[in-house]
C-alpha cells in the first residue's frame, strides 16, 4: 500500500513540477518583466478601488449605502480583473514554444526523453503557476468590499473560480498560437487580435449581465432565473455543461498543440480521434438526458423542434469530422504499422483509431450512425411515453421525417468519406484533400439550397421543380426540407411553404432520388477505392527513399 501511495504521489509530484515546469519557473519568475506585470495591475486596481471608496463615501453625495459602495467596488475589481487577465496572460504564454525555436533549442527539446505531450503539458503547467500567483497577489484588494458590506464569500468564491477559467482558455489558447508559428512576434499578434475580439464581446454580456445584478440583486436574480426549475437542470446548466464545455475546449486546443510539437511520422490521428469520440457522445447524452428529463414539459411541436435544431448542430460537427479523418494520409510508417499489430481478435476493431484514411472514414461512418440514430430511439421512446395514441399520428410521422433525415445525412457523408480516401490515393498533401472535400461539400451542400432560397426570393408564387439537372436532389438541406415540409403539413400552413417534393403525379420525392443518388456514388467510389487505395498505399509506404537506396546499391546512380 505505501508502494502504491509513494508511486501515486511521484506521479503527481512530475505532473505539477516536472522538469519543464521547473525550468520555466526558474527562468520566469527571476525576471522583471515578471515583476512589472505583478506590480503595474496591483496598483492600477487599488487606485480604482480608492477612486470610489472615496468618491461614493464622500459627503454630500446621494451614493451614501455602505452595501452599494462594497457591492461596485466589488464588480469593478472583477471587471478590471478580467480585463487586466486578457492581456497579461497572452504576455507570458503565445512565445512559450516560440522561444525554444528561436533559441534553437526547440530541437533538442524534442530529442529528449520527454514526450509531446508532456512538454506542452510543462509549458502548460509552467503558465498557469503565472496565472495563479497574480490572481493570489490581488486578492487583498477585493477583500476591501467585505468593510462595507454587501458581498457574500460564495460571491468572491464563484468569481475568482471564473476568473481561473477564464484564465486557463486564455494560456491553452496562447500555447496553440506559440506551437502553430516560429515567430514571437506573429504568435504574440495572432494571440492578442482573438484575445481581444472575444474579450470585447464578453464585455458587452459581462456588462449587461452585471448591470442587472446590481439593479435587482444577486440572489434575487438567482433565485427568479434558477429558482422555479428541478434540481436537476440546475446542476446541468450551472455545472454539467459550462464545466463541460470549457474541459473541451482546451482539450481540443492542448491536443492541437501536441500535434504540432509532435513530429510529422508520428501519431497526430489517434488523440483526436479519442477525443471526438468523447465529445460527440457526450454532447449527445447531455442533449437527450436533458430532452428525457423534461419530457413532462414538451409537447410533439418542441420536441422535434429540438431534434431537428440537434441534427443540424451535428451534421455542421460532422461535416468538420469528415473534413478531418478521411482525408488524413493514407500510408502509414513502419513504426505505427508495428504499434498497430497487437490489436487482434476482440481488440481488432480498434484499428478504427489508429492512422490512416481508411480507418477515418470508417471511424467517421461509424460515429456519424451513432450519434445521428441514437436519438431516433430515444425519441420514439419519449413519444411513447408522453403522447397519447390519438395524439400521436402526426408526430410519429415526424419521428419517421428524423429516421430519413439521419439516413439521408449519412450517406451524404458516406460519399464525402469515400472521396476522401480515393483523392488522398493520388499522392496529394492532406491539406489539398481537406480543400477539395470542402469544397465538394460547400457546392453539394448549399448550392441547390441557395438557388432555391434565390428563386423563391425573386418570385414568391414560383414552383421549383427539383430535377437531377438542377443539382436540387444532390443537397442534403434540399432534402431536409423537403422532409420536414411533409413531416409538418398538419402543424404548418402547407402553401408558405416550398413546393419541394413534387407538382405533378408519378413524381418521386426528393429525399428517396437524393439517398439512393448518393449510395450509388458512394458505393462506386468505395469500389474505386477498393482497387486504387492499396497499390497506392504500397507504394507511398515504400517509399522513394528506399528505392535510391536500393539503385545506388545495385549502382543504378541518378536514374530515379
Known sequence: MKAKLKTAALRLSGLLAGPIQVKEARSTFRTKRFFLAQLIPMMLIGLIILFIAVWMSAEGTAQTQPELVGTVIYWVFFGVQSGLLLIVTPAFCCTTITEERERRTFDLLVTSSLSAGE???????????????????????????????????????VCY????????????????CSSLVKSSKLSTVIAYVVVIVAGFIMMIFEIAFVGELIDGGWGRMF???????????????????????????????????VNQVRPSTGNRSTPL?????????????????????????????DMMALMLTYYIIMTLALLCHTLAFPCDKLAQSSRLRLKMRWLKGIFFPLRIFGVGSVSGAIFNLAMTAIVLFTPVIVGKLMLDDILRPERASRFWRGLAALRLTAIST?????????????????????????????FV??????????????????????????????????????????IWVQAKDDAFNSDQ???????????????????????VLGTALAAACAIIAPKAKARMEAGLPAR?????????????
Not at 139 to 154: A, D, E, K, N, Q
Not at 284 to 294: A, D, H, K
Not at 497 to 519: A, F, N, Q
Open 273 to 301: 480521434r479519442i477525443f471526438t469520440t468523447i465529445f460527440l457522445v457526450g454532447s449527445m447524452s447531455i442533449f437527450l438526458l436533458l430532452m428525457w428529463e423534461n419530457r413532462s414539459m414538451l409537447d410533439g411541436d
Open 223 to 257: 433565485a427568479n432565473s434558477f429558482g422555479n426549475i428541478r434540481v436537476f437542470n440546475q446542476v446541468m446548466w450551472l455545472l454539467v455543461i459550462p464545466l463541460y464545455g470549457v474541459a473541451s475546449v482546451c482539450t481540443f486546443l492542448f491536443l492541437l498543440a
Open 548 to 560: 535510391r537506396r536500393r539503385d545506388r546499391e545495385n549502382g543504378k546512380h541518378g536514374q530515379d
Open 497 to 519: 411553404m416550398l413546393p419541394l417534393t413534387w407538382s405533378g403525379p408519378g413524381l418521386v420525392p426528393i429525399y428517396y432520388v437524393h439517398i439512393v443518388i448518393y449510395t
Open 161 to 176: 473560480a471564473l476568473l481561473f477559467v477564464q484564465g486557463l482558455v486564455v494560456t491553452v489558447f496562447s500555447i496553440f
Open 119 to 157: 512538454i506542452v503539458w510543462g509549458k502548460l503547467v509552467a503558465s498557469l503557476s503565472y496565472i495563479v500567483v497574480y490572481l493570489l497577489s490581488t486578492m487583498p484588494l477585493v477583500f476591501i468590499s467585505f468593510l462595507y458590506g454587501g458581498i457574500s464569500p460564495l460571491m468572491l468564491v
Open 410 to 438: 449519412w450517406v451524404f457523408l458516406y460519399f464525402a468519406s469515400m472521396l476522401g480516401i480515393l483523392v488522398s490515393s493520388f499522392k496529394t498533401r492532406t491539406v489539398v484533400t481537406r480543400a477539395v472535400i470542402f
Open 441 to 482: 461539400i460547400v457546392l453539394l451542400a448549399f448550392g441547390p439550397f441557395f438557388h432555391v432560397m434565390w428563386v423563391n426570393m425573386l418570385d414568391h408564387n414560383a414552383e421549383i421543380h427539383p430535377t437531377v439537372l438542377t443539382g436540387h436532389y444532390l443537397s442534403p438541406i434540399v432534402a431536409w426540407l423537403s
